[in-house]
């Protein structure tokens, strides 16, 4: 391929990856209102569920041999897990927490992976990442600590731990599309997603649905935007960029979460939290950017 084809295709790649952003920005809202009628890994496994028969669907072209590579398989599975704790950690605090701070502390998956990446591949983390975290902790302390007690709630603290489950999930894609067959991993990563989600949600939780329009709407849009397609398209993107860069660009989410949020529920942050949102996105560019040294991570 020649340069300037690359460049045409890392140009569309990052484009993608701005869209997906917004669908999910856009999706806080939706799955905290739909969590109203549903149980949390039920919800999971309809989501999921229905994703993977979409993309079941799109993908019935593929070559079964694609999906019988040891390597596409592992890679898929793994990912497939980080995405599962990802996902079960933030929606079960989205229940006690609001959709603009969610998209905010989930956001410092952007500033993990580099700091991750710095463990895996034995790295001495650079000075931008030591900056570019402790800016985020900052603000992570102003938008969730009580000032009186100096604790964090249950719903923010869950929603911390699914920003390392995504953290290693853009990593392990970021390893594996190498090799191509995005397609097939796109398919093992949500159907291994849906599988641990029915498989878990009659034993761990009390299951429960009220249907309604509003519930149908937010499966399609999450099952389908926000899974089946983002999750495909991220998965091509991530051939023509790095993982690194593919994180930059998925900063955008909790500000289209944060723009979702006051459009509809009229969400505004504090003073304090204002503040703590804005000192969280600057940790995640000064971590990307890197403006004071050169970028060494794979």
Same mark, same amino acid.
């Given at each position: 391929m020649t340069a300037g084809? $690359?460049? %045409?295709?890392?140009w569309q790649a990052e484009l993608a990856l701005v869209l997906i952003a917004?669908?999910?920005? =856009?999706?806080f809202v939706v799955v905290k209102q739909a969590l109203e009628s549903v149980s %949390?890994? $039920?919800f999971l496994a309809l989501r999921f569920g229905l994703a993977s028969v979409a993309l079941l669907v799109a993908f019935r072209r593929l070559r079964p041999a694609l999906f019988e590579q040891k390597r596409l398989l592992a890679g898929g599975v793994l990912a497939g897990v980080c995405l599962f704790g990802g996902y079960v950690f933030q929606t079960v605090g989205l229940r006690s927490t609001t959709p603009s701070k969610s998209a905010f502390i989930t956001g410092l998956s952007v500033v993990l992976v580099p700091l991750l990446s710095s463990l895996v591949y034995r790295n001495? !983390?650079? *000075?931008d990442e030591l900056l570019g975290v402790l800016l985020a902790a900052f603000g992570l302390a102003l938008m969730t600590l009580n000032e009186e007690s100096l604790t964090i709630s249950s719903g923010d603290a869950l929603t911390v731990l699914s920003a390392f489950g995504f953290a290693i999930h853009i990593m392990v894609l970021g390893?594996?599309?190498?090799?191509g067959g995005f397609e097939a991993l796109s398919v093992i990563q949500i159907a291994t997603c849906a599988l641990i989600s029915l498989s878990t949600f009659w034993w761990v939780e009390t299951p429960y649905v009220a249907w309604s329009p509003s519930l149908l709407a937010a499966l399609a849009i999450t099952g389908l935007l926000a899974t089946a397609l983002a999750f495909t398209v991220m998965t091509w993107a991530q051939?023509? %960029?790095?993982?690194?860069? %593919?994180?930059?660009? $998925? *900063?955008l989410e909790p500000v289209f979460a944060a723009l979702t949020s006051f459009v509809v529920e009229g969400e505004v942050f504090t003073?304090?939290?204002g503040v703590g949102a804005a000192l969280i996105l600057a940790g995640i560019v000064m971590v990307d950017l890197k403006p004071f040294?050169? !970028? =060494?991570?794979?």
């Open positions: 084809r $690359l460049k %045409t295709r890392r917004l669908i999910w920005g =856009s999706t %949390t890994l $039920l001495a !983390p650079q *000075v390893h594996y599309t190498r090799a051939q023509h %960029t790095t993982a690194t860069r %593919t994180a930059l660009f $998925l *900063v003073p304090r939290g040294s050169r !970028p =060494s991570h794979p």
